[in-house]
C-alpha cells in the first residue's frame, strides 16, 4: 500500500510540475507574429531555370522576350524582356509590394504596371532617371524614395499602400511616407513586370509609358496588407544578398 502511494505521489508531482510550467509558458509566453501567407497575392523568385508564382494563387505567368535561362534569368534588357501576369492587384486598399533591384543603366524603367500612366486608375511603380523608385496608385499623384537605388548593386525595396499613406523601406529601413490621394481602382485584367503599357493621349499630350526596365528584379511579392515595419525587416534579413 504505501508502496503504491509512493507512485501515486511522484505521478501527483510530475502532474504539478508540468501544469506549472505549462502555465508559466502561457503567461510568458510572447505574442505569435501574424501570419502574412494568405495574404501574398504574387511571389516570383526567379531561382530556377523558369519563372513561376510560387504563391498560394499559382497566377499564369508569360515570359515575353528573351531571358536567359542558363544565366541571368533575372535580367530584364530593357527592350524585349517583360512578365505578364493575368491578374489585376489595385483592386485593394491595402497593399504592399517588395522586391530586390539591380538597376543597369540610367534608364527609366517600369517595375510593375496594371495599366497606362498618370490621370488613369493604374497601379504604377518604376524606376527613374534619378535612379530613385516611385509609385502611382491614383489619376496624377507620383511617390518616391527618398533615397537613391544605386547601379549594379542590389537593394531592397519595399512599398506599403492603405488608401490614405503610402510608406517607403529601402534595405529594411523606413525611408518617407506619403498622404495618398483618393485611390481609383479599376478593372484591369493583367499586371506587366518589367515594362509599361501602350502609349497614349493624355490631357491633350502624348505620353508612352512602354518603358522597359533595364537591370535586375528578384524576390518580388505582391500583398494584400499592409505590412508592418518588422515584417518588412524580418523578410530583407531573411533574403539579404
Known amino acids: 500500500m ?8 511522484v505521478i501527483l508531482l510530475v502532474i504539478i510540475i508540468i501544469g ?3 502555465l508559466k509558458d502561457r503567461l510568458l509566453k510572447k505574442e505569435t507574429p ?3 501567407t494568405n495574404s ?5 523568385k526567379f531561382d530556377a531555370s523558369s519563372i513561376e508564382d510560387l504563391s498560394d494563387y499559382h497566377n499564369l505567368i508569360s515570359k515575353q522576350g528573351s531571358f536567359n535561362f ?5 535580367r530584364f534588357d530593357g527592350k524585349t524582356t517583360f512578365i505578364e501576369i493575368g491578374k489585376d492587384f489595385n483592386k485593394n486598399q491595402a497593399l504592399s509590394i517588395g522586391f530586390w533591384i539591380k538597376p543597369v543603366k540610367r534608364q527609366s524603367g517600369f517595375i510593375l504596371a496594371n495599366g497606362p500612366v498618370q490621370n488613369t486608375p493604374s497601379l504604377l511603380v518604376f524606376f527613374d532617371s534619378f535612379k530613385r523608385v516611385k509609385l502611382n496608385r491614383g489619376k496624377s499623384s507620383e511617390y518616391s524614395s527618398q533615397d537613391s537605388v544605386p547601379f549594379n548593386k542590389w537593394t531592397h525595396v519595399f512599398i506599403t499602400s492603405d488608401g490614405s499613406n503610402a510608406v517607403f523601406y529601402i534595405n529594411g529601413i523606413k525611408q518617407n511616407e506619403f498622404i495618398q490621394e483618393t485611390i481609383v481602382n479599376a478593372n484591369h485584367t493583367k499586371t506587366y513586370i518589367g515594362k509599361g503599357f501602350e502609349c497614349s493621349t493624355i490631357a491633350g499630350s502624348f505620353r508612352c509609358s512602354d518603358t522597359y526596365f533595364d537591370g ?5 511579392r505582391v500583398y494584400n496588407q499592409v505590412l508592418s515595419s518588422d515584417e518588412i525587416q524580418k523578410i530583407y ?5
Open 70 to 74: 542558363t544565366e541571368d534569368y533575372n
Open 20 to 22: 506549472g510550467c505549462a
Open 34 to 36: 501574424k501570419q502574412i
Open 40 to 44: 501574398l497575392q504574387l511571389f516570383l
Open 216 to 220: 535586375y528584379l528578384d524576390d518580388l
Open 2 to 9: 504505501k508502496k503504491h502511494s509512493g507512485v501515486l505521489l
Open 237 to 241: 534579413e531573411e533574403t539579404k544578398k
